[in-house]
């Protein structure tokens, strides 16, 4: 894609904005990072299932053909903030970056990256902009699509990777009700671009969607969420090749906080997702296509001090096409360690 830079005007403005609402009181930094240790037993579904959460991109698009074989993964991941007081409240700048490595099928590798932006006012609401890129995603080799009335053997034989850049825009509003309950709010808008030959799948979405995080007591904290999510793709382009990935998309999770002890961290995690693929081609294997994926997590958190942390994890994911015959089956697990400045 082109890089864009904004003009110059522009940032005179953003930096104006900022200075405006920092009101002389001094900034103060953070920084932090985290490296874990994954192994999978399918290398073509470990990013989709690790981003399969309220924060994350539960929707990102999976191999066409799973089963491609068991990695060690490595996540490193570093951030840095920026907090000042303003005349509203607490402003926040965030930095975060990182990337899974794959020990032997580094093809799958890839980097991602959020920008974040959040202020919090004085009537306990919170705004937060957010920026996610995640670059050269790879989903697999295939071979390219066929225009209809166009098919050769030597046309069949070619294979080529299939790879796409995210670009997801998210915003997350967040009222404090009361001591126990806060209740969040997420818009979120999404472009997915695919590199040629398989760019007639680019897709634009949309996500709507509510979170309620209860304090059930100091120890146990529960959060619930909801999303609806909207893809499209340009019949103009899929119209040739009789292949839209165009989807509807149920989206739900409760997320589980307890803490054991007082240095010791129980999260356990349940997602449910259900797809129906809005293909109007009747050859299409997506027609009348629909997928539900059923998927659990259990963390432990062991903090050393305030600054560090240790975890351990496993996850379980099974998902089924209503054109497939059996359930795809994944299974992660992990160890890891963090630590802020």
């Given at each position: 894609m082109p890089a864009y830079r904004?003009?110059?005007?522009?940032?005179?403005?953003?930096?104006?904005?900022?200075l405006i609402l920092s009101n002389a009181v001094q900034a103060e930094w953070s920084t932090g990072g985290d490296f874990s240790t994954f192994y999978t037993d399918d290398v073509g579904l470990f990013s989709v299932t690790r981003r399969l959460s309220l924060e994350e991109d539960p929707t990102q698009p999976i191999v066409d053909e799973p089963n491609q074989g068991s990695d060690a993964v490595y996540e490193p991941n570093v951030y840095i903030n920026w907090d000042i007081e303003n005349t509203l409240g607490e402003f926040q700048v965030s930095l975060d970056g990182g990337g899974y490595i794959f020990q032997n099928h580094s093809d799958y590798t890839h980097g991602f990256m959020q920008f974040s932006i959040a202020q919090e006012f004085v009537s306990n609401t919170t705004i937060k902009l957010l920026y996610d890129y995640i670059p050269n995603l790879f989903l697999g080799t295939h071979s390219p699509?066929?225009?209809?009335?166009?098919?050769?053997?030597?046309?069949?034989?070619l294979e080529i990777d299939e790879r796409l850049d995210n670009h997801i825009l998210t915003m997350l509003l967040e009222q404090e009700i009361n001591d126990q309950f806060i209740l969040h709010g997420l818009?979120?808008?999404?472009?997915?671009?695919?590199?040629?030959?398989?760019?007639?799948?680019?897709?634009?979405?949309?996500t709507i969607g509510p979170h309620l995080q209860w304090t059930i007591n100091p120890n146990v904290v529960l959060l619930v969420g909801y999303h609806f999510e909207r893809g499209?793709?340009?019949?103009?382009?899929?119209?040739?090749?009789?292949?839209d990935t165009g989807y509807i998309n149920h989206f739900a999770s409760a997320e589980l906080k307890i803490h054991i002890l007082p240095e010791l961290i129980l999260m356990a995690i349940f997602d449910?997702?259900?797809?129906?693929?809005?293909?109007?081609?009747?050859?299409?294997?997506?027609?009348?296509?629909n997928e539900n994926v059923f998927q659990g997590e259990l963390e432990l958190i062991y903090e050393v001090t305030e600054a560090a942390a240790l975890k351990v994890g496993w996850q379980h994911g099974n998902r089924k096409f209503n054109y497939e015959s059996e359930s795809v089956r994944?299974?992660?697990?992990?160890?890891?360690?963090?630590?802020?400045?």
């Open positions: 904004f003009p110059r005007s522009l940032k005179i403005q953003l930096l104006a904005s900022c699509p066929q225009i209809e009335h166009i098919t050769t053997d030597e046309h069949n034989e818009v979120r808008y999404g472009a997915r671009l695919y590199d040629e030959p398989f760019s007639y799948r680019d897709i634009q979405f949309f499209y793709t340009d019949p103009s382009e899929t119209l040739q090749y009789q292949d449910y997702e259900h797809n129906d693929y809005t293909s109007p081609y009747e050859d299409d294997i997506h027609h009348n296509g994944n299974n992660n697990v992990w160890i890891g360690a963090e630590y802020h400045f």
